[in-house]
């Protein structure tokens, strides 16, 4: 929610003028949201499905009437599902900014140490992997983002994403953005860990362990070391 609504989640620029080693979860901004959506929860406006992919089975159940999910799981959830499924932007706070939605995904990494007949056979792979035809069928077998600006070319031209808006709604959501270091996103050092940290400390605000406050100062507080240990690995 911070980078959609322009607000930076970490010091030095969002870790993109210098490497970030303090988070902003224990700031004004990161309390309203989690503090609003604790007490939606507790009217039972929303309900916790658990984290990543778990809350797609409540919706495809029809126990829940609109669910927030990854792009990822859009061709499964539409497979799926025995109703007509429709997609729209994710909600917007009112009376803050205009920031940007995110782009993640998974990724791959070469490493060092291989021998010059293995690193052949990777940019083959990569040179497989970014062709057209399978950047198109991954993107409709998930709803991932087409990787290439052929493959968006090659989908327009036949008409995907006028038969299919599902499919446009997070490209337009992107495109509605603006660009800045706090809308792009942030960087950090073992972002993962800290993501888990967050994904804590929400849990603890829906289930009443902590109050809103509680639990994102605490967050901030575990997250800043996470950094702290990250800064002085790469520093010395």
């Known amino acids: 929610m911070h980078a959609y609504h322009n607000k930076p989640y970490a010091n030095n620029d969002n870790g993109r003028s210098g490497r970030a080693n303090e988070v902003y979860l224990d700031r004004d901004f990161a309390k309203m949201v989690l503090g609003t959506w604790t007490d939606l929860v507790e009217k039972d406006v929303v309900a916790y499905g658990g984290r990543e992919y778990s809350a797609n089975q409540d919706f495809l159940a029809g126990e829940v009437a609109m669910l927030i999910q990854s792009t990822s799981s859009l061709s499964s959830i539409i497979e799926s599902a025995d109703f007509e499924v429709g997609t729209t932007f ?20 070469v490493m060092q140490g291989h021998s010059d007949q293995e690193y052949a056979a990777v940019v083959e792979f990569f040179k497989y992997l970014s062709s057209t035809d399978v950047t198109i069928q991954w993107h409709k077998d998930t709803g991932y983002f087409p990787a290439t600006n052929a493959a968006v070319k090659t989908l327009m031209d036949n008409h995907w994403f ?4 599902n499919y446009l709604t997070a490209f337009l959501q992107v495109l509605s953005g603006v660009q800045s ?7 950090l050092g073992n972002f993962v860990e800290i993501r888990d940290i967050v994904d804590t400390a929400v849990e603890e605000a829906f289930t009443g362990v902590s109050s809103a406050d509680e639990a994102l100062n605490k967050a901030d507080q575990q997250a800043d070391s996470v950094l702290q240990d990250y800064t002085e690995l790469f520093d010395n």
């Not at 994710?90 to 990494?109: D, F, H, K, M, T």
């Not at 006028?162 to 808006?165: G, L």
């Open 162 to 165: 006028s038969d299919n808006p």
């Open 181 to 187: 270091p706090a809308a792009n996103g942030v960087l």
């Open 90 to 109: 994710l909600p917007r706070i009112e009376g803050y900014g205009i920031g940007n939605s995110v782009i993640g995904g998974a990724s791959l990494w």
